[in-house]
């Protein structure tokens, strides 16, 4: 299994809808930088649903950089046991289900996991 990775939110400014957005960090590293492409940007917090990054298929990570979540998101599957969430399977739904193959999977501790969503708020 691959080394397990830090969790962590930032909130920070979005030029184009003037709001600060939720961006996840993987030890300490944006995750909007993991991408060669200025496509992805945070999630607004009125798109996250109201339990956010937790386990199922499909779920938002990271908005598009209009910012408008549904344009264009990257979502990935996130599971979970008792000591691990994991995020697999990066992909943009819109864009023909492309695929980010050579990303994830994200292994994180589910102790500090749901710590880092609980000081998100």
Do not use: N
């Not at 979005?14 to 496509?39: K, N, R, S, Y």
């Not at 023909?96 to 994830?104: K, S």
């Amino acid at each position: 299994m691959p080394k397990r990775v830090e969790l962590g939110l930032a909130s920070v400014p979005h030029d184009v809808v003037h709001e600060d957005v939720v961006v996840p960090l993987v030890d300490g590293v944006p995750l909007t930088d993991w991408f060669g492409e200025d496509e992805f940007s945070g999630v607004r917090r009125e798109d996250l649903e109201s339990q956010p990054f937790q386990p199922g298929k499909a779920r938002l990570v990271l908005g598009c950089s209009c910012g408008i979540a549904a344009c264009g998101p990257l979502v990935a599957d996130i599971t979970a046991d008792r000591d691990t969430i994991i995020w697999t399977r990066f992909r943009r739904p819109h864009r023909d289900g492309h695929e980010y193959v050579g990303i994830g999977p994200c292994v994180f501790d589910r102790a500090q996991y749901e710590k880092a969503l609980l000081e998100l708020g």
